[in-house]
């Protein structure tokens, strides 16, 4: 059978929509086709939608090889973290920038900390440069995320987003990792101090492990997730009577030990701090339940790679799950026998 008008077939022999054909229907040009998917703004909304529509309907993907080379930037992957100064964001990216030099391509890295930087300006600005890009735990509405994914390939870490490639931890594994280890070293009573980026799922998990025989857990959400918040929280969790806090945000963790330092607790003989991302080894590292975030990053680059090879057809509802790792270090150790007066359990405060 003939081809039908405006489509060719691939090497396998499957019939795929062209360019041409999305104009034809859409009854627009091939040229502002092209122009919707460059991301160029010289497309009035309307238009813009009804092309994106019809794409969708004929099953149309634009050749991302082809539109790089016009577009002049091809061999070039975005990477957008919340913080490139937070060691953990730090790791992860060093290893995308490694797997995707070994692939051929460029890594260009930025954060979401300037703020007079919006999340989704630099995302879109870095999807009209790049061949396709990394969002790690983006802030960004999922209609927008979507609609960048349907002209610039784009992998997402720690949020579901549909039709979108996605990289998670698994967090129910770190919370629970992180609650069994302090109760076989017979602490009863744990502090759990949650930063403003901890997901909903690890919270959740929490909940239900409060009804876990013998451990009492003291829930405290932690301001702004900084090293000042931790150290600040150092006071409030040794007056609560717990003998040990978990504090999966690294920069709380460092500052909780550094702030218990100050107070003369002597941790992990009067305290026990179990930290949320791996430090730099040693006899003095502190104990972590981290995720393999190096993996992680290679893992992004990987399946960025997939989109982009227009391998997206195994790749667009894929869900690639990371285990922790629990690794023991200097701040954890038997518990203290501490007073047990304090606040009860009454949510997050």
Not at 159 to 170: D, G, Q, S
Not at 268 to 280: F, H, L, Q, T, Y
């Amino acid at each position: 059978m003939a081809n039908q008008p405006g489509r060719r077939r691939n090497h396998r022999g499957d019939v795929r929509a062209t360019i041409r054909h999305v104009a034809e229907v859409a009854q627009v040009s091939t040229a502002t086709v092209s122009r919707v998917f460059s991301s160029s703004s010289a497309v009035r909304a309307h238009t813009r939608e009804r092309v994106l529509a019809t794409a969708r309907s004929l099953g149309y993907r634009p050749n991302r090889a082809a539109r790089s080379l016009v577009m002049g930037h091809a061999g070039l992957l975005g990477l957008i973290v919340p913080d490139l100064t937070r060691q953990g964001f730090a790791t992860l990216a060093q290893a995308a920038a490694v797997r995707a030099h070994g692939e051929g391509f460029a890594l260009a890295v930025a954060d979401r900390t300037a703020p007079q930087i919006a999340e989704l300006a630099l995302t879109r600005d870095l999807a009209r440069r790049c061949d396709g890009v990394v969002l790690c735990s983006p802030d960004v509405a999922d209609d927008e995320a979507i609609a960048i994914g349907q002209t610039t390939a784009v992998v997402v870490t720690q949020r579901r987003i549909r039709r979108i490639p996605t990289l998670l931890v698994n967090e129910h594994a770190r919370a629970r990792a992180a609650l069994n280890h302090l109760r076989e070293l017979g602490h009863q009573r744990v502090m759990w101090v949650a930063g403003p980026a901890e997901p909903q799922v690890t919270r959740d998990r929490v909940a239900t492990l409060e009804a876990t025989p013998g451990l009492q857990i003291l829930r405290k959400a932690a301001a702004d997730g900084s090293f000042a918040d931790g150290f600040d929280l150092a006071a409030p969790l040794v007056a609560s009577g717990a003998t040990a806090a978990v504090a999966l945000d690294g920069e709380i963790a460092r500052g909780l030990l550094c702030g218990l330092a100050r107070a003369g607790v002597a941790v992990p003989r009067e305290m026990s701090i179990v930290g949320g991302s791996a430090g730099a080894g040693g006899e003095d590292a502190p104990t972590s339940i981290a995720p393999p975030l190096a993996d992680m990053g290679c893992a992004a680059i990987e399946l960025l790679l997939m989109v982009i090879r227009d391998q997206a057809s195994a790749a667009a509802l894929r869900t690639v799950k990371f285990e922790p790792r629990l690794e023991v270090g200097a701040s954890t150790g038997p518990a203290a026998s501490r007073p047990s007066e304090g606040p009860e359990r009454s949510g997050w405060s």
